[in-house]
């Protein structure tokens, strides 16, 4: 109970001074997370981080599918497949291609 109430208590401490802040300087907030998302190092880091994940899912997915095998159901095979497909050549949110 004690953890709720130490949660609800920041949780309105964050609303009051969030408010407080107003549209000035969410708009700041908002043009510094752009220039961030934008600096080629971030946008390389991000596309090195979705690379090596699309390796490790790829890797996983061969070692389950040895291991599945046939007695996968042909629903959830075709769900993989046409996920896989979804996202090859593809942007994400943060406008990095899927390469």
């Known amino acids: 109970m004690r953890y709720r109430l130490t949660f609800v208590a920041g949780l309105a401490l964050g609303y009051v001074l969030g408010t ?9 907030l908002k043009k510094s997370a ?4 934008q600096n080629p190092a971030v946008r390389n880091a991000a596309e090195a981080a979705a690379q090596s994940s699309r390796e490790v899912a ?13 007695r996968m159901p042909e629903s959830v095979a075709q769900r993989v497949r046409s996920l896989r497909e979804r996202g090859t050549n593809a942007e994400d949110d943060w406008g990095t291609t899927n390469t």
């Open 20 to 28: 407080r802040a107003g549209r000035e300087r969410y708009e700041q």
């Open 34 to 37: 752009r220039q961030v998302s």
């Open 58 to 70: 790829g890797k996983a997915f061969a070692s389950v599918s040895d291991k599945v095998g046939d």
